[in-house]
Protein backbone atom coordinates (compact mmCIF):
# COMPACT_ATOMS: atom_id res chain seq x y z
CA UNK A 1 0.00 0.00 0.00
CA UNK A 2 0.92 3.51 -0.95
CA UNK A 3 2.20 5.44 1.83
CA UNK A 4 0.45 8.73 1.68
CA UNK A 5 2.99 11.98 2.42
CA UNK A 6 3.11 13.72 5.71
CA UNK A 7 0.50 12.03 7.53
CA UNK A 8 0.68 10.41 11.14
CA UNK A 9 -1.55 8.35 13.50
CA UNK A 10 -0.67 8.79 17.13
CA UNK A 11 -0.67 6.83 20.03
CA UNK A 12 -3.62 8.68 21.57
CA UNK A 13 -5.83 7.95 18.68
CA UNK A 14 -4.90 4.06 18.83
CA UNK A 15 -4.58 4.04 22.73
CA UNK A 16 -5.17 0.53 23.66
CA UNK A 17 -2.35 -0.79 21.32
CA UNK A 18 1.17 -0.94 22.48
CA UNK A 19 3.79 0.15 20.37
CA UNK A 20 5.06 -2.55 18.76
CA UNK A 21 1.59 -2.88 17.69
CA UNK A 22 1.01 0.81 16.24
CA UNK A 23 4.33 0.17 14.20
CA UNK A 24 3.04 -3.03 12.37
CA UNK A 25 -0.63 -1.50 11.47
CA UNK A 26 0.99 1.60 10.33
CA UNK A 27 3.52 0.20 7.59
CA UNK A 28 0.20 -2.16 6.92
CA UNK A 29 -2.01 0.96 6.14
CA UNK A 30 0.57 3.29 4.43
CA UNK A 31 1.34 5.45 7.24
CA UNK A 32 4.68 7.06 6.88
CA UNK A 33 5.18 8.28 10.61
CA UNK A 34 3.45 7.90 14.19
CA UNK A 35 3.03 10.19 17.05
CA UNK A 36 4.90 9.22 20.63
CA UNK A 37 2.94 10.50 24.07
CA UNK A 38 5.86 10.12 26.74
CA UNK A 39 3.81 8.33 29.44
CA UNK A 40 3.73 4.94 26.35
CA UNK A 41 7.25 4.88 26.08
CA UNK A 42 7.75 5.38 29.55
CA UNK A 43 5.59 2.28 29.73
CA UNK A 44 7.45 0.32 26.97
CA UNK A 45 10.93 1.99 27.81
CA UNK A 46 13.17 4.39 26.07
CA UNK A 47 15.75 2.22 24.93
CA UNK A 48 13.09 -0.25 23.42
CA UNK A 49 11.33 2.00 21.84
CA UNK A 50 14.58 3.91 20.43
CA UNK A 51 15.37 0.38 18.96
CA UNK A 52 11.94 -0.52 18.00
CA UNK A 53 11.55 2.96 15.79
CA UNK A 54 14.60 3.06 14.45
CA UNK A 55 14.02 -0.68 13.06
CA UNK A 56 10.85 0.31 12.02
CA UNK A 57 11.80 2.85 9.07
CA UNK A 58 8.91 4.68 10.25
CA UNK A 59 9.31 8.64 10.93
CA UNK A 60 7.75 9.79 14.26
CA UNK A 61 6.12 12.91 13.69
CA UNK A 62 5.56 14.14 17.51
CA UNK A 63 6.83 13.65 20.96
CA UNK A 64 4.55 14.61 23.47
CA UNK A 65 3.80 16.22 25.66
CA UNK A 66 6.25 18.38 28.13
CA UNK A 67 5.98 21.63 29.67
CA UNK A 68 4.28 23.31 32.81
CA UNK A 69 6.56 26.11 32.71
CA UNK A 70 4.06 28.22 35.19
CA UNK A 71 4.46 25.48 38.13
CA UNK A 72 1.66 23.56 37.40
CA UNK A 73 1.76 20.42 39.60
CA UNK A 74 4.07 22.11 41.93
CA UNK A 75 7.20 21.86 39.59
CA UNK A 76 9.27 24.88 39.67
CA UNK A 77 10.19 26.25 36.39
CA UNK A 78 14.12 24.85 36.73
CA UNK A 79 12.48 21.20 36.98
CA UNK A 80 10.25 21.51 34.31
CA UNK A 81 13.02 23.05 32.02
CA UNK A 82 15.37 20.01 32.73
CA UNK A 83 12.41 17.39 32.26
CA UNK A 84 12.10 19.33 28.34
CA UNK A 85 15.67 19.41 27.93
CA UNK A 86 15.46 15.52 29.13
CA UNK A 87 12.60 14.65 26.58
CA UNK A 88 14.04 16.79 24.18
CA UNK A 89 17.15 14.71 24.31
CA UNK A 90 14.75 11.58 23.84
CA UNK A 91 12.95 13.27 20.98
CA UNK A 92 15.92 13.71 19.17
CA UNK A 93 17.23 9.94 19.70
CA UNK A 94 14.12 8.97 18.31
CA UNK A 95 14.43 10.98 15.20
CA UNK A 96 11.05 12.99 16.18
CA UNK A 97 10.64 16.16 13.88
CA UNK A 98 8.71 18.00 17.06
CA UNK A 99 8.40 18.17 20.89
CA UNK A 100 4.89 19.23 21.65
CA UNK A 101 4.89 21.96 24.61
CA UNK A 102 1.69 22.68 27.23
CA UNK A 103 2.52 25.68 28.86
CA UNK A 104 0.84 24.70 32.33
CA UNK A 105 -1.78 26.68 33.34
CA UNK A 106 -1.80 30.35 34.08
CA UNK A 107 -1.57 29.54 37.97
CA UNK A 108 -1.54 32.50 40.14
CA UNK A 109 0.46 34.67 37.82
CA UNK A 110 -0.78 37.36 35.59
CA UNK A 111 -1.23 36.31 31.60
CA UNK A 112 1.51 38.84 31.07
CA UNK A 113 4.23 36.74 33.44
CA UNK A 114 2.94 33.23 32.43
CA UNK A 115 3.90 34.49 29.22
CA UNK A 116 7.60 35.77 30.48
CA UNK A 117 8.08 32.07 32.36
CA UNK A 118 6.83 30.29 28.92
CA UNK A 119 8.42 32.47 26.61
CA UNK A 120 12.13 32.33 28.89
CA UNK A 121 11.95 28.44 28.98
CA UNK A 122 11.55 28.20 25.08
CA UNK A 123 14.71 30.38 24.62
CA UNK A 124 16.38 28.19 27.04
CA UNK A 125 15.60 25.52 24.73
CA UNK A 126 15.57 26.47 21.17
CA UNK A 127 18.87 26.11 20.32
CA UNK A 128 19.60 22.82 22.10
CA UNK A 129 16.36 21.89 19.93
CA UNK A 130 17.73 23.47 16.84
CA UNK A 131 21.15 20.86 16.87
CA UNK A 132 18.83 17.86 17.76
CA UNK A 133 16.74 18.70 14.90
CA UNK A 134 13.90 18.88 16.93
CA UNK A 135 10.81 21.84 16.85
CA UNK A 136 9.10 22.75 19.59
CA UNK A 137 5.30 22.57 19.02
CA UNK A 138 3.43 25.09 21.18
CA UNK A 139 0.06 23.90 21.60
CA UNK A 140 -3.22 26.21 22.37
CA UNK A 141 -6.41 23.96 23.47
CA UNK A 142 -9.76 25.23 23.44
CA UNK A 143 -10.10 26.45 27.06
CA UNK A 144 -13.49 24.60 28.31
CA UNK A 145 -10.88 21.25 28.45
CA UNK A 146 -7.73 22.22 29.18
CA UNK A 147 -7.20 24.70 31.72
CA UNK A 148 -4.90 22.62 33.74
CA UNK A 149 -2.51 22.19 30.95
CA UNK A 150 -2.71 25.27 28.93
CA UNK A 151 -3.72 29.11 29.91
CA UNK A 152 -3.13 29.39 25.77
CA UNK A 153 -6.67 29.14 24.18
CA UNK A 154 -6.38 31.79 21.66
CA UNK A 155 -4.53 31.00 18.40
CA UNK A 156 -3.49 34.28 18.38
CA UNK A 157 -2.30 34.89 21.62
CA UNK A 158 -0.35 31.57 21.06
CA UNK A 159 1.04 32.82 17.36
CA UNK A 160 2.47 36.01 18.77
CA UNK A 161 3.92 34.51 21.99
CA UNK A 162 5.56 32.18 18.89
CA UNK A 163 6.48 34.91 16.69
CA UNK A 164 8.15 36.72 19.78
CA UNK A 165 10.38 34.14 20.74
CA UNK A 166 11.13 34.70 16.80
CA UNK A 167 13.75 31.54 16.38
CA UNK A 168 13.37 28.75 13.96
CA UNK A 169 12.78 26.31 16.25
CA UNK A 170 9.62 27.25 18.69
CA UNK A 171 6.93 26.73 16.35
CA UNK A 172 3.44 26.31 16.41
CA UNK A 173 1.11 23.40 16.83
CA UNK A 174 -2.50 23.54 14.87
CA UNK A 175 -5.16 21.36 16.39
CA UNK A 176 -8.17 21.37 14.57
CA UNK A 177 -11.11 19.98 17.30
CA UNK A 178 -9.11 22.53 19.63
CA UNK A 179 -9.52 25.93 16.99
CA UNK A 180 -11.59 25.46 13.94
CA UNK A 181 -14.15 27.19 15.24
CA UNK A 182 -12.60 30.83 16.73
CA UNK A 183 -13.37 33.68 15.23
CA UNK A 184 -11.35 34.74 12.15
CA UNK A 185 -9.49 31.12 11.89
CA UNK A 186 -8.91 30.78 8.64
CA UNK A 187 -7.07 34.69 8.39
CA UNK A 188 -4.99 33.62 11.18
CA UNK A 189 -3.87 30.67 9.44
CA UNK A 190 -3.16 32.85 6.28
CA UNK A 191 -1.15 35.44 8.54
CA UNK A 192 0.99 32.62 10.34
CA UNK A 193 0.92 29.45 8.78
CA UNK A 194 5.12 30.00 8.67
CA UNK A 195 4.75 29.39 11.98
CA UNK A 196 3.01 25.89 12.38
CA UNK A 197 5.15 23.02 12.43
CA UNK A 198 2.42 20.79 13.36
CA UNK A 199 -1.42 19.53 12.76
CA UNK A 200 -3.57 17.54 14.75
CA UNK A 201 -6.60 16.48 12.94
CA UNK A 202 -9.90 15.44 14.76
CA UNK A 203 -13.23 15.92 13.97
CA UNK A 204 -15.94 17.19 16.09
CA UNK A 205 -19.27 18.95 16.72
CA UNK A 206 -20.72 22.01 16.33
CA UNK A 207 -20.84 22.29 20.58
CA UNK A 208 -18.49 20.06 21.86
CA UNK A 209 -19.31 19.15 25.32
CA UNK A 210 -15.83 18.25 26.50
CA UNK A 211 -12.42 16.61 25.81
CA UNK A 212 -13.55 13.26 23.84
CA UNK A 213 -16.27 15.30 21.92
CA UNK A 214 -13.71 14.17 18.97
CA UNK A 215 -14.86 12.44 16.01
CA UNK A 216 -13.20 10.40 13.37
CA UNK A 217 -12.62 12.57 10.14
CA UNK A 218 -15.42 12.81 7.79
CA UNK A 219 -18.03 12.10 11.03
CA UNK A 220 -18.12 16.14 12.22
CA UNK A 221 -19.03 19.53 11.50
CA UNK A 222 -15.30 20.91 10.74
CA UNK A 223 -14.22 22.36 7.28
CA UNK A 224 -11.21 21.03 7.02
CA UNK A 225 -10.75 21.85 3.30
CA UNK A 226 -11.11 25.33 4.38
CA UNK A 227 -8.38 24.90 7.12
CA UNK A 228 -5.80 23.87 5.45
CA UNK A 229 -6.18 25.70 2.21
CA UNK A 230 -3.71 28.17 3.88
CA UNK A 231 -0.67 25.65 4.76
CA UNK A 232 -1.27 24.53 1.23
CA UNK A 233 -1.03 27.57 -0.14
CA UNK A 234 2.42 28.33 2.17
CA UNK A 235 3.58 24.97 1.20
CA UNK A 236 3.87 23.39 4.64
CA UNK A 237 5.92 20.30 4.88
CA UNK A 238 5.35 19.26 8.31
CA UNK A 239 3.31 16.02 9.48
CA UNK A 240 -0.70 16.23 10.30
CA UNK A 241 -1.16 13.71 12.73
CA UNK A 242 -4.31 12.12 13.09
CA UNK A 243 -4.88 12.74 17.04
CA UNK A 244 -8.18 11.70 17.99
CA UNK A 245 -8.71 11.54 22.28
CA UNK A 246 -12.04 9.61 22.96
CA UNK A 247 -12.51 6.89 24.96
CA UNK A 248 -15.56 5.77 23.04
CA UNK A 249 -13.14 5.55 19.81
CA UNK A 250 -10.68 3.45 21.55
CA UNK A 251 -13.10 0.53 22.14
CA UNK A 252 -13.49 0.76 18.00
CA UNK A 253 -11.87 -1.46 15.57
CA UNK A 254 -8.55 -0.18 15.20
CA UNK A 255 -7.56 -1.49 11.59
CA UNK A 256 -11.00 0.17 10.29
CA UNK A 257 -10.34 3.01 12.29
CA UNK A 258 -7.18 3.95 10.30
CA UNK A 259 -8.70 2.55 6.81
CA UNK A 260 -11.17 5.60 7.34
CA UNK A 261 -8.92 8.04 8.16
CA UNK A 262 -6.11 7.87 5.63
CA UNK A 263 -9.01 7.37 3.31
CA UNK A 264 -10.53 10.63 4.61
CA UNK A 265 -7.22 12.39 5.07
CA UNK A 266 -6.48 11.39 1.31
CA UNK A 267 -10.08 12.75 -0.05
CA UNK A 268 -10.29 15.83 1.27
CA UNK A 269 -7.23 17.13 3.11
CA UNK A 270 -4.35 16.14 1.21
CA UNK A 271 -1.70 18.81 0.91
CA UNK A 272 -1.35 20.39 -2.58
CA UNK A 273 2.20 19.84 -4.31
Known sequence: MNDIPNLSITQITTFRWSLPDLVTHARDFGFPA??????RIGEFGE???????????????????????????????RDALLDASDALHLAG????????ILTGSRSSHTHKHARRLVRSALLELAD????LQVELTV?????????QWTFLHEFRDAARLVA???????????GTWHLW????IETLLERYAHLIGSVQLADGTAAPQGVEDQRLLGEGVIPFDSLLQP????????FFELDIWSSELWNHDYPNLLAHCRDQFARAATVKR
Open 34 to 39: IGLWMP
Open 47 to 77: ERAIDLILDSGLDVSSLGAVGGFTGTHGHSW
Open 93 to 100: RLGARTLA
Open 128 to 131: EAAD
Open 139 to 147: KPMRKSCSS
Open 164 to 174: ECNHPSVKLAF
Open 181 to 184: DQPG
Open 231 to 238: LRDADYSG
